[in-house]
């Protein structure tokens, strides 16, 4: 499991809650005080500014155009750009720094992911479905049908709560239907290369 900014804050949150059993009354850890610190995803502004203030600490030279296509495909997460950062200071240069950067986010992701597909194929059907764009109840149902692993409402509906509380998933709610999107661009870029 990796921290990676909101997203994976929550994630580790709402993993971190079941474990501890925090609201359950026989837990030695029921009732104690609890604190739960997030950072959210940061603005493309205020992405670009904090990699552009870290290298400024590093003394080294800023490469607005890298730092730029880094933030884009990053997305904000504070997580990656603190890796891409550390690769750009640990290489002295910008090169193959955002390659590298996605291509260990991706091992870490793809390592999460399989361990989620242990616990219940369904995850994997549903988080498919929605990084092909199948991202409404109907059109995910339709999709586990389409790989001969149709849900019940109730089963997909508990999936899908999982995966939000979890934070693999966001709901959104625009122009009809809920939909839901992958929160993460890594994830929905390594569910795409599954096989």
Known sequence: MHV????????????????????????PLFG????????????????????VKGFEQLNLKQD??????????????????????YTVWQKGS?????????ESAERMVEKELEELFEKSENYRIVLEAI??????????????IM????????TLSNVL???VKYS?????????PKRYVIADPIVERTLLKLP
């Open 131 to 144: 990084a092909h764009k199948m991202n409404t109840f109907s059109k995910i149902k339709e999709y586990s």
């Open 64 to 85: 607005l155009r890298r730092i730029e296509e880094a933030v884009n495909s990053l997305d904000g997460l504070v997580g990656y750009l603190v890796m891409y950062g």
């Open 168 to 176: 693999y998933l966001e709901e959104r709610f625009e122009d009809g």
């Open 147 to 154: 790989k001969s692993m149709p849900m019940n409402d109730r």
């Open 161 to 163: 709560k999982a995966l």
């Open 94 to 102: 910008y090169e193959r720094a955002l390659s590298e950067t996605l």
């Open 4 to 27: 990676l900014g909101e997203v994976n804050s929550k994630l580790i949150v709402g993993v971190l809650q079941d474990f501890l059993r925090l609201d359950d009354a026989n837990s």
């Open 32 to 51: 104690r005080y609890s604190n739960v610190i997030r950072v959210e995803r940061f603005s493309k502004e205020r992405s670009i500014d904090f990699l």
